[in-house]
């Protein structure tokens, strides 16, 4: 393609954006609008699925606490006894010396307050990995009759929950997210159909002296990617702010219950923007095709 055709083709583009200004305004608020809720339901889905995984990842083990007055012996046996439990990945043994420590260690700066303690209020116990959560039930019920264990705590209720909260989630966050493309298709193809009504008869003088059906339709396809691009891009503005508020105040009042399970601001913004920048155009390009097939018929 020619410099002088590609030249044409953008200034017929922007000549069809300025004659339908009041449209073009109104198109790329709606896509952006579209993306803004778009990037309001993407981040709860990709937050939340975040917290459910790292959540898994935590909780994606058995403690078995042991009685207080086992011997040496006795600990050695329930571990021996522990092994032979078909589907158990690794089993470690934390003493109740360790578990301090590594409560210290998760209390940070403040972890010299449990230094105050007359005596060690910890359990021994072993910390049991499966290899498959669908087999934890099992060995849960293979652990329960052995001797010597005072508590076995296994949080398996909690991982369910949070991935079937994290699947509803996904799937209706899935039907918003096609309602939305399906309305800002809409909205544009309208807007192309304005420049195309305009002009209708320029458009068949073309036709007449042979001009070819992608000739006439690049500038209505520049035109609609155009008005994707620059609805993402404010979308991705708003969605930049919106986000890092967001993060700002859940790190500031609520730092150990969510902000650990949260998505970083770039992280997240790295997967927004390449998607609104896809979503964006394409959108824009599939309003033009829609509205080029019906009304013009090239």
Same mark, same amino acid.
Request: proline letters at 1%; glycine letters at 8%; charged letters at 20%.
């Given at each position: ?23 073009? @305004?109104?198109?790329?608020?709606? !896509? &952006? ?5 778009? $990037? %309001?339901? /993407?981040? +709860?889905? =990709? ?111 909690? @991982?369910?929950?949070?991935?079937? !909260? &994290? ?5 209706? $966050? %899935?039907? /918003?997210? +096609?309602? =939305? ?118």
């Amino acid at each position: 393609m020619k410099g002088r055709t590609v030249k044409y083709m953008f200034r017929q583009s922007f000549t069809g954006l300025w004659r339908n200004r009041g449209m073009t @305004v109104a198109s790329i608020g709606s !896509v &952006a609008a579209s993306l803004i809720i778009l $990037g %309001l339901v /993407i981040t +709860l889905v =990709l937050n939340i699925s975040n917290a459910a995984y790292l959540a898994q990842m935590q909780f994606d083990e058995i403690q078995v606490y042991l009685q207080e007055d086992l011997s040496v012996e006795e600990i050695d046996s329930v571990g021996k006894q522990i092994e032979k439990i078909q589907g158990i990945a690794e089993s470690t043994y934390e003493s109740k010396e360790m578990a301090l420590e590594k409560f210290k260690e998760s209390w940070g700066e403040q972890g010299y307050l449990l230094e105050s303690l007359e005596s060690n209020p910890l359990p021994n116990s072993y910390i049991i990995q499966v290899e498959n959560l669908e087999t934890a039930d099992n060995i849960v019920k293979e652990l329960k009759p052995l001797e010597g264990i005072d508590e076995i705590k296994y949080y398996k209720e909690i @991982v369910d929950q949070l991935l079937n !909260v &994290a699947k509803f989630i996904r799937t209706v $966050g %899935l039907a /918003i997210i +096609l309602i =939305l493309i399906l309305v800002a298709v809409f909205i544009i193809s309208n807007t192309i159909k304005l420049t195309l009504n305009a002009r209708r008869q320029e458009i068949g003088i073309m036709k007449y002296v042979g001009a070819t059906n992608w000739f006439i339709r690049w500038p209505f396809l520049i035109e609609g990617m155009l008005l994707g691009f620059i609805g993402a891009a404010l979308s991705i503005v708003v969605v930049y702010f919106g986000y890092q508020y967001a993060f700002d105040v859940i790190t500031r009042y609520f730092y150990v219950m969510f902000s650990t399970y949260m998505i970083s601001v770039r992280d997240m913004m790295d997967k927004i923007m390449l998607m609104f920048g896809v979503l964006g155009t394409g959108v824009g390009a599939l309003g033009s095709i829609f509205s080029l097939r019906r009304h013009l018929k090239v």
